[in-house]
DNA sequence: CCGTATTGTCATAAT
DNA sequence: AGATTATGACAATAC
């Protein structure tokens, strides 16, 4: 915007009414012996106001008549000063009144970063976990099923094996019953490779539910290796403060036989598996050569470190998680993942209706919680993360949004000085048209226009309207 | 060796 | 009431 210009095209008028000013005055001079309705009428056609004797008001509407006149004082020249980006400048006032409700609203507006972020458009972590889980849950599932190929024999068509089916019982779809069948093919081989596994290492047992956290763990208690025999059938005294666990179920006693076909019994019961011998030749990831779960001499002069043991645990069991060991330990007839991603219902009826000792219980549970907890760890943290993007992203858009601000608040001090201008050069243009009774000019410097409710424009000496903003300033300061 | 990021785990509260 | 989920805190590990 153009300020000097304007203000240049100000007073040009200024001057220039100044010289029509003082052309009237003589012209007035030259009439001054007429009818005083003549000499108003004059005035009146020279837009001039005549104040009667003491009488120092006029109305707004003689104000305004004198503005129509002059074009720039019209409202729509002042609204012209306002910048574009206050919005339609085309209805003067009501953009003015739009602009600061706008601008209050802008400024005012306290955002509320967690409102933020749930407003966000592209917010998603109040819904999405769940979505997102379901959907990782479906691409596993898939992903579970068709990157096995090789755990099923060639030629051989999947569907074959599905007998007619439990399915109540394990409440599943057919996409389940799908995976189900492959990680129960899974599940067989595990149990395969434990049936044909000649080397039970003890050791590694109690190594594995040494570790720190299956200590600190509120379902494990602390036991003690007390007998081991040659087939690998271990029994454990537990301790008697501790919950009674009771591994002679387990592995000792009948388990590693009868227990063990029992359970693949069982399972066959539930239709999800076929032959044994059909799987034979397959490999699986349980599986470790014996050697490597030899204890070295360090782990067998029972460490009680946890590093040791975690060295040990890391030397030979890279490719296994630690429940993954302790259910190999423990012979859990499932899979790490089959437990933790098992319907609850199917979870409760697993419990009870396989022969699993308490230990193989309490462990199957801390898997599943550990697992699902392992899951929410990831949501949580992937949530976490998301937060702090769209966070940052709030910051920047907050940003952008006070620097738009700023310069539509630059925009409108320049409005406001403007308009203070023009209103000084209205005033001082109203002045050099009044005149006292007695046709003198009123000296701007001594009296100043005062707006009342009514619609009148006083004359006001200045004293009184200094006095008068004083007495209020005074009375706000006393409210306060 | 130190700092940092990642990951798993536990405790606890909330759902 | 028990299961699940969310989250802060801690520790182990890798880089």
Redesign the pocket.
């Known amino acids: 915007m153009d300020h000097r210009s304007e203000e240049e095209k100000n007073e040009e008028r200024v001057s220039g009414q100044k010289e029509k000013l003082q052309q009237n005055n003589e012209d007035e001079n030259k009439v001054a012996d007429k009818p005083e309705w003549e000499a108003e009428k004059t005035a009146e056609s020279r837009n001039e106001i005549h104040l009667n004797g003491t009488d120092t008001s006029f109305s707004l509407e003689d104000l305004f008549q004198l503005l129509s006149s002059q074009p720039e004082y019209s409202l729509e020249n002042i609204s012209e000063d306002f910048p574009p980006l206050l919005g339609s400048t085309s209805d003067g006032i009501n953009s003015l009144a739009h602009y600061n409700v706008n601008f209050t609203q802008a400024i005012s507006h306290d955002v509320n970063l967690h409102e933020a972020m749930l407003l966000y458009p592209n917010t998603t972590f109040r819904r999405e ?2 979505a997102r ?1 379901s959907q990782a849950q479906e691409q596993f599932l898939q992903l579970n099923f068709h990157s096995n190929p090789e755990q099923t024999l060639p030629g051989t068509n999947i569907t074959g094996f599905v007998p007619p089916v439990d399915n109540q019982m394990w409440n599943l779809t057919s996409q389940d019953l799908l995976y189900d069948l492959d990680a129960n093919i899974l599940d067989e081989i595990n149990l395969l490779s434990l049936v044909t596994e000649e080397n039970f290492d003890p050791m590694e047992v109690s190594q594995l539910f040494e570790e ?3 200590l ?3 379902h494990h208690c602390n036991f003690s290796l007390s007998v081991c025999d040659e087939e690998g059938a271990i029994g454990y005294s537990s301790d008697p403060v501790s919950p009674h666990y009771d591994l002679e179920g387990a592995v000792g006693g009948y388990y590693p036989e009868s227990s063990k076909l029992c359970h693949m019994h069982q399972r066959n019961e539930s239709g999800f598996h076929g032959d044994l011998t059909f799987h034979i030749f397959h490999d699986h990831t349980y599986h470790t050569k014996p050697d490597e779960l030899e204890p070295t001499s360090e782990s067998l002069s029972w460490p009680g470190k ?2 040791k043991v ?2 040990y645990l ?1 030397d030979t069991h890279r490719n296994l ?3 993954e060991q302790r259910a190999k330990a423990l012979h859990i007839p499932f899979s790490v993942d089959e437990i933790v991603r098992m ?2 219902d199917s ?2 009826s697993m419990l009870s209706r396989y022969y699993l000792t308490d230990l193989q219980v309490s462990l199957i549970r ?1 898997i ?14 992937k ?2 993360l998301d937060m702090i993007l769209n966070l940052e992203d709030e910051v920047c858009n907050l940003q952008a949004k006070k620097e738009t601000l700023k310069r539509e608040q630059a925009q409108c001090n320049k409005s406001i000085t403007i308009m203070k201008q023009k209103l000084h050069d209205l005033c001082h243009d109203v002045f050099s048209r009044l005149k006292d009774s007695e046709g003198r000019p009123v000296d701007p410097n001594l009296y100043a226009l005062q707006c009342n409710h009514d619609g009148t424009v006083l004359i006001v000496p200045k004293e009184l309207v200094t006095s008068g903003h004083k007495k209020e300033g005074q009375k706000g300061k006393r409210k306060k």
């Open positions: 976990p769940v889980t720190p956290d299956s600190n763990s509120s946890s590093q975690s060295r890391n998680s630690r429940d319907p609850v979870f409760n801390d599943r919680r550990r697992g699902k907890n392992k899951v929410a760890a990831q949501n949580c943290r949530r976490k």
